[in-house]
Nanobody, 122 residues
Framework: QVHVVESGGGSVQAGGSLRVSCTAL????????MSWYRQAPGKEREFVSEINSDGRPRYADSVKGRFTISQGSAKNTVALVLSSLKPEDTAMYYCVTNGAFCGSDWFHLGYWGQGTQVTVSS
């Protein structure tokens, strides 16, 4: 069963921009805490960005100043704008919903999407 769906991504030349989006299908009316990770071929999956519990964005040092995360008006969506892309940003980008607040109740989820490919050519 699919709980998280990513969209966007694609191929771009170095210096270009892309936008990837994520929608949580589980508990769609609730406010989700969602994060982005990426995995390049032959490498481990690494953290990219999230909006923390204070509502502030957090970024990996490797993408700080280049990527921007935002939550949609629908609290089960999140987007990531990737700017000033480098070939080393090439990876499969994954979204995870860590959990959701439905009112004051927290539901731990831990659902991952299938990923969306971002390829940056030099």
């Amino acid at each position: 069963q699919v709980h998280v769906v990513e969209s966007g991504g694609g191929s771009v030349q170095a210096g270009g921009s892309l936008r990837v989006s994520c929608t949580a299908l589980a508990l769609p009316a609730c406010a989700h805490r969602m994060s982005w990770y990426r995995q390049a071929p032959g490498k481990e999956r690494e953290f990219v960005s999230e909006i923390n519990s204070d509502g502030r964005p957090r970024y990996a040092d490797s993408v700080k100043g280049r990527f921007t995360i935002s939550q949609g008006s629908a609290k089960n969506t999140v987007a990531l704008v990737l700017s000033s892309l480098k070939p080393e940003d090439t990876a499969m980008y994954y979204c995870v919903t860590n959990g959701a607040f439905c009112g004051s109740d927290w539901f731990h989820l831990g659902y991952w999407g299938q990923g969306t490919q971002v390829t940056v050519s030099s």
